[in-house]
């Protein structure tokens, strides 16, 4: 187990090479660089070259990354050119609003999403089922920014009772949380409902049944946790990729997580920004991917055999 | 069947239908059958004869939808099990009356070990018991049916078929049940496995003396284990008796067309006879006997009019219009 788990970790060096070259270039091949995005208008020519000198952006793409991945195996991911400052530290101030929010939308997802499953799964083919099912394609096809708009408008314009943007009340979280949420909800809710259906109609279900155990139970621990395993599958993939995409929300109510910052750099042209960013975020995401399949071994016991077989204590991996 | 018996599950003019996209598929049309304490009693008849059917209808567990039990009177000791609460028949199931069913591949979840499927029987029929002294009972039950206790903590999918099917049969017998309806229980196993798990099954029984109603198409096993057997066709029973009753004195031509079937070691060059043709279609049948278009010895009348059930002794009952001749005999009872 221990053993896989290393392997794991040691496949993500592949991976952040990989993705660092990719994001390296995508970043070049955007026209212009970073003093193309200054206002350069009272400048000299002298001091434009002066200043591409000083970010070493007067030097060849190929030499260019060079110097990037040999201070990235330092462990240095660079500094801003527009801030200054170490890209890691702005990273991690960043991240923590992130998370709040990604946990925000996850909750608003999962206690909206999971339940609606469940129930237009048992009521199949009722209209109940299809009205969930035109909520779930409805949330699916509203794009976020759009959706953040309106409840700006609604909930901050006329109402008045959240805040638009920022982070600076605890209120501030409500709005961009229900956004982002809205959008995961539709794929974990037609997930839920689709593997609810599969489990229902199962025959151990009828086996519990013919036990006499209650129908709630049938339904909670019986069908539910075979359903698990896909639902906890979509749930966390959905939890990294919108600790990863969570920019538009980001950006639409000024959240100052790391989806905005990474939106801004581009802007600017702040290669170490977004490079490093990017980096950052592809290992949280492979760390999150690892810890999908940790918890499969935890819930599903087929899966926990095939990596150790407990009959007198031997251990095997297969 | 006489009187002073005690009679531990009685199904009286059962009718189930299933309705899909407004076809009426008629699984089982005005069935009668009683089972006494202490008897096994073998329900034959071919694949949609109804007998899995009727068989979830004395657990009031047929599907719905699309199931439908349109009329009849189920009693398990007595007890009402169409007109009950949820709650009541929660309390039936798995304690009066259990289920072995036939694939015990999908029979078991996959995410929970053995032990604890078997104690959650338990647990609910024996609240007095906690779940520490439910579990062990759940040990001793694994232990009865050959299965080393300390594979309790074990999930499904580390158990071959016969012995996932035992663990079934541990599940089914955990609170020793009045009824055990064993929906052919051997089917989904190899041959040498359905002996064996046969063998316990029978000895189980004979130890707890429950009352058990075997479903199968498997002429041997009736043979080997039932008392009384009733043969199924079209959701309707067409002969019924004792094991001597139906296997030595044959009357229906079905029962009779079931016997054909079977290959003859004695006779090795014999060709098989098979009933020709296929059971009517349960969404279109017959006005007359379903039988009718198979049989070699329907007249016009069989076509037309339902066979009225007759009893032609203490025990043995026949339904078939040709029986209206004192003097019509199937071949099979021609023979000395």
């Given amino acids: 187990m221990l053993q896989y788990i290393w392997k794991r970790l040691l496949l993500l060096i592949p991976v952040v090479l990989g993705v660092s070259l990719f994001i390296f270039l995508a970043v070049n091949a955007a026209s212009g660089d970073y003093v193309d995005s200054l206002n350069t208008d009272d400048m000299t020519k002298e001091e434009i070259i002066a200043i591409r000198a000083h970010y070493g952006l007067d030097k060849p793409l190929l030499v260019r990354y060079g110097h990037y991945m040999l201070d990235l195996l330092h462990g240095n991911l660079g500094k801003s050119y527009s801030t200054g400052l170490p890209v890691f530290e702005m990273f991690m101030s960043k991240i923590g609003n992130t998370l709040y929010l990604t946990i925000g939308a996850s909750l608003v997802c999962w206690i909206l999403a999971i339940p609606l499953g469940i129930f237009a799964a048992q009521h199949q083919g009722t209209i109940f089922d299809n009205a969930a099912s035109v909520l779930g394609v409805l949330g699916l096809s509203i794009p976020n920014f759009w959706l953040g708009l309106v409840l700006i408008i609604v909930f901050a314009q006329y109402l008045r009772i959240l805040p638009s943007g920022g982070a600076e009340t605890a209120a501030s979280v409500i709005l961009p949380a229900i956004t982002l949420g809205t959008g995961q909800m539709a794929v974990l809710m037609r997930t839920t409902r689709s593997t609810m259906v599969d489990c229902l109609s199962q025959d151990y279900l009828r086996t519990a049944r013919a036990k006499g155990v209650a129908e709630k139970r049938v339904i909670n621990l019986h069908a539910l946790r075979n359903a698990l395993i896909p639902i906890i599958n979509i749930t966390l993939t959905q939890f990294a990729a919108s600790l990863a995409g969570a920019a538009l929300t980001e950006t639409v109510f000024s959240w100052p997580g790391v989806g905005k910052m990474i939106i801004d750099g581009i802007n600017q042209r702040d290669t170490p920004v977004v490079c490093g960013s990017l980096i950052l975020k592809c290992i949280i995401i492979s760390l999150t991917m690892l810890l999908i399949d940790l918890l499969f071994v935890a819930v599903d016991p087929r899966v926990r055999t095939s990596f150790v077989t407990v009959k007198g204590g031997k251990k095997e991996n297969v | ?336």
């Fill in chain 2, 1 to 336: 069947m006489s009187n002073e018996k005690e009679i531990v599950l009685s199904i009286k003019d059962l009718v189930v239908h299933y309705e899909v996209d407004g076809d009426v598929i008629k699984a089982v049309n005005g069935m009668t059958i009683q089972l006494e304490k202490g008897r096994t009693l073998g329900l034959v008849g071919e694949t949609g004869a109804g007998k899995t059917t009727t068989a979830l209808a004395a657990l009031n567990l047929v599907p719905d939808p699309p199931g439908i039990i349109k009329n009849g009177e189920i009693q398990i000791c007595g007890k009402d099990v169409l007109h009950m609460s949820q709650k009541e028949l929660e309390m039936v199931r798995g304690y009066d009356i259990a289920m072995i069913f036939q694939d015990p591949m999908t029979s078991l979840n996959p995410v929970l070990t053995v032990g604890f499927q078997i104690a959650e029987s338990i647990r609910i029929h024996e609240p007095e018991l906690n779940s520490k002294q439910a579990y062990e009972r759940a040990l001793d039950m694994l232990e009865l049916v050959g299965i080393d206790r300390h594979r309790g903590s074990e999930y499904p999918h580390q158990f071959s078929g016969g012995m996932k099917q035992r663990v079934v049969i541990a599940i089914a017998l955990a609170c020793n049940p009045h009824v055990l309806v064993a929906d052919e229980p051997t089917t989904a196993l190899d041959v040498t496995i359905q002996a064996q798990v046969l063998d316990m099954m029978n000895n189980l029984k004979n130890k707890f003396g429950t009352s058990t109603i075997i479903i199968t198409h498997a002429l041997g096993i009736v043979a080997d284990i039932c008392d009384d057997v009733a043969v199924m066709y079209a959701g309707r029973i067409i002969e019924q008796g004792t094991l001597d009753d139906v296997f030595n004195r044959t009357r229906h031509p079905y029962t009779e067309g079931l016997f054909n079937s079977l290959p003859n070691i004695k006779d090795r060059k014999a060709e098989l006879k098979p009933i020709p043709g296929l059971m009517p279609d349960p969404a279109n049948l017959p006005e007359g006997c379903a039988f009718a278009d198979r049989c070699s010895y329907a007249t016009d009348v069989c076509r037309t009019k339902q066979p009225e059930q007759r009893m032609i002794s203490g025990t043995h009952m026949v339904a078939c219009t040709a029986y209206d001749d004192p003097n019509f005999m199937i071949e099979r009872s021609r023979k000395p």
